[in-house]
Nanobody
Framework: QLVESGGGLVQAGGSLKLSCAAS????????MGWFRQAPGMDREFVAA????????DYAASVKGRFAISRDNAKNMMFLQMNNLNPEDTAAYYC????????????????WGQGTQVTVSS
C-alpha cells in the first residue's frame, strides 16, 4: 500500500515536499516513481528513482526544480518541489515497480491514491 501526503496550496515560486509511505517489507526491492495528472490531461511522468537510489530520472519540465529521494529504512519516498509554477498544479501519485525505474506509467504495479498540489499565480 502506498500513501501520499504533503500536497497543498502554494504560491508560484514556493516549495512543497511530498511524501510517499509504503507498507510491507519489500519496499527496498522496488523502483519508485512520481506521476501527476491535471484535470482533463493524461497522467504524466515526473520523476523516478531506483531501489538503491543509484539512479534518478526526471521529466524535462521539472529537472532542476524537483528532487526525488527515498529512505529504505523508513519505507519512504519523497519529492522536493521548488520554484513551483501554476503548470505544476495536478494530483501527484507515487507508484512502485519491481525492477528498474521507468517513465512509463503502465509499467508500475502499485499506486497511491494521490495528493493534490495547487500552485496559484
Amino acid at each position: 500500500q502506498l500513501v501520499e501526503s504533503g500536497g497543498g496550496l502554494v504560491q508560484a515560486g514556493g516549495s512543497l515536499k511530498l511524501s510517499c509511505a509504503a507498507s510491507g517489507s519489500t519496499f527496498s526491492t522496488y523502483a519508485m516513481g512520481w506521476f501527476r495528472q491535471a484535470p482533463g490531461m493524461d497522467r504524466e511522468f515526473v520523476a523516478a528513482i531506483s531501489a538503491t537510489s543509484e539512479t534518478t530520472d526526471y521529466a524535462a519540465s521539472v529537472k532542476g526544480r524537483f528532487a526525488i529521494s527515498r529512505d529504505n529504512a523508513k519505507n519512504m519516498m519523497f519529492l522536493q518541489m521548488n520554484n513551483l509554477n501554476p503548470e505544476d498544479t495536478a494530483a501527484y501519485y507515487c507508484a512502485a515497480v519491481f525492477g528498474y525505474p521507468d517513465d512509463d506509467s503502465y509499467e508500475y504495479e502499485y499506486w497511491g491514491q494521490g495528493t493534490q498540489v495547487t500552485v496559484s499565480s
